[in-house]
C-alpha cells in the first residue's frame, strides 16, 4: 500500500509538469494585464476573488474546460487571489506563490515595471540575500517560552555590529506575518542593495501574548488563558535576549520599533513604557487607546490620564529622531488617529504624518515599511 500511495504522489507531480493542468497562470501580458487560468473542465462556475480584480470578484470565462479572467492593467504592486469553483475556495494549482492572512489562503503575484519600483521591492532578485530564523525565547514576564522571527542582513557574519528594528504585527497575525505578507526580507534585501536603507536587524516576535504560537495556528477554537502580563510588558524580554544573542548596536539612536494595527497599539505602549530607548518610533494604521472601553476619544483620554500625559511626554522630551504615524484615508482606525494627533498637536510635540490611499490592508503597510526603513539610521 506505502508502495502504491508513492507512485500516486509521483503521478500526480508529473501530471504537474507535463500539462495536466492549465499552465501559464498568471501569466503576463504585454499590455499590462495579468490572465489567470484554471482547468476545470467539470466546473458550472468559477468566481475569482482578490486585489487584482476590478471591483474585487469576477466570473471567470469557460473555453473547454479552462476557465480564465484578465485583470486590469496593474500598477507595481504584489497583488493576490483564489478561485470559488461551484461554491467551494480553491487556490491556483499553477502558481506555488502562496500566503496566509489570518484565516485565509491566497495565491500571489507581483508586478514590477522598472528597478526599485513597489514591485521590485517585493520580488527576489540577484542582490546580497540576509538570513531569516526562528528562534525560542523565556519570557518570565508572561511565564512562557516563546517564538520570534530575526532577519539578519547580508554581511551579517563578517563581525561588525548591526541596528535593530523591532516590527510588530496586527491582530491575528504571528511571528511569520511580516515575512509572508510584509515581504520584510525582500524590503530589506532590496532596500540595502540600492543603497537606499542601512543594514540592520529586523526582530518580528509574536505580540499574542497568550500563547506559545498564534491562536489562529493553534485553533481558534482552543481556550485561551489570560496571560500574568501583557505583551508590551512582556517587550523587555524580547530586547535582553536580542542584545545577548545578537551583534546589536545599542543605544536609542540604534533602535527602532514599527507596528501595524494592534502592532501600531503595541509600538505606542511599549515606546511609552520605555521613553528614550526608541530613536525611531513608527505607528502603521495603529490601533490607539488608553481604554478600548471607553466611548471618549483618544485625546480625552491621555489628557484625563496624568500618568498616561507623562508617558506620552517624556518619549518626546527624549527627542527621538523620527515619530512617523502613516495611515490609509479610509481606514476605520483614522478617527482614533485623528484624535491621537490632535493631542499632540495640542502639546506641541512633533511627529510626522504620511497619509495614504486605501485602507486597513497590507498593501500600504509594506508601503509603509519600505518608507519607514529608509529612515532608520541615517541620522
Not at 497562470?25 to 486585489?51: M, Q, W
Not at 506575518?177 to 542601512?198: F, S
Not at 512582556?234 to 536580542?242: A, E, Q, R, T
Not at 530607548?277 to 483620554?301: C, H, P, W
Amino acid at each position: 500500500m506505502a508502495v502504491l500511495a508513492l507512485a500516486s504522489t509521483l503521478t500526480f507531480a508529473q501530471e504537474a509538469i507535463f500539462g495536466q493542468r492549465a499552465q501559464g497562470s498568471p501569466h503576463f501580458n504585454d499590455d499590462g494585464t495579468v490572465t489567470l487560468r484554471l482547468k476545470a473542465p467539470e466546473a458550472k462556475k468559477v468566481v475569482i476573488v482578490g486585489d487584482c480584480v476590478e471591483n474585487l470578484i469576477a466570473e471567470m470565462k469557460n473555453v473547454d474546460g479552462e476557465w480564465t479572467y484578465t485583470t486590469p492593467v496593474l500598477l507595481p504592486e504584489l497583488y493576490n487571489y483564489r478561485f470559488h469553483v461551484d461554491g467551494a475556495e480553491a487556490l491556483d494549482p499553477a502558481n506555488v506563490e502562496r500566503s496566509r492572512d489570518v484565516l485565509t489562503f491566497m495565491n500571489t503575484f507581483i508586478v514590477s515595471k522598472a528597478e526599485g519600483d513597489q514591485g521590485y521591492l517585493y520580488g527576489n532578485h540577484q542582490v546580497p540575500h540576509g538570513d531569516v530564523a526562528q528562534v525560542w525565547y523565556d519570557s518570565p514576564t508572561l511565564g512562557m517560552s516563546r517564538c520570534m522571527t530575526i532577519y539578519t542582513p547580508a554581511g551579517y557574519d563578517k563581525g561588525k555590529k548591526f541596528p535593530v528594528l523591532y516590527l510588530l504585527h496586527g491582530a491575528g497575525g504571528d511571528e511569520d506575518a511580516w515575512v509572508t505578507l510584509g515581504r520584510t526580507c525582500q524590503i530589506l534585501d532590496n532596500l540595502i542593495a540600492l543603497g537606499k536603507a542601512e543594514p540592520m536587524i529586523v526582530v518580528m516576535p509574536n505580540g499574542n501574548a497568550w500563547d506559545d504560537a498564534s491562536p489562529i495556528r493553534s485553533g481558534l477554537a482552543k481556550k485561551v488563558f489570560p496571560p500574568k502580563a501583557t505583551f508590551e510588558d512582556s517587550f523587555v524580554d524580547i530586547i535582553k535576549y536580542v542584545e545577548s544573542h545578537y551583534k546589536v548596536k545599542k543605544g536609542p539612536r540604534n533602535t527602532a520599533i514599527c507596528g501595524l494595527s494592534m502592532g501600531g497599539y503595541h509600538t505606542f505602549k511599549v515606546s511609552n513604557l520605555h521613553p528614550g530607548r526608541f530613536a525611531y518610533i513608527g505607528l502603521f494604521s495603529a490601533a490607539i487607546s488608553m481604554d478600548f472601553n471607553t466611548k471618549a476619544s483618544v485625546q480625552e483620554q491621555i489628557a484625563a490620564d496624568a500618568a498616561a500625559s507623562k508617558q506620552v511626554a517624556d518619549v518626546f522630551a527624549a527627542r527621538p529622531q523620527l515619530y512617523w504615524i502613516a495611515i490609509g484615508k479610509d481606514d476605520f482606525l483614522m478617527p482614533q488617529n485623528v484624535s491621537y494627533r490632535a493631542y499632540l498637536d495640542s502639546r506641541q510635540l512633533p511627529y510626522e504624518y504620511y497619509e495614504s490611499e486605501g485602507g486597513h490592508s497590507w498593501r500600504n503597510w509594506r508601503v509603509y515599511l519600505s518608507m519607514f526603513a529608509q529612515r532608520l539610521f541615517r541620522e
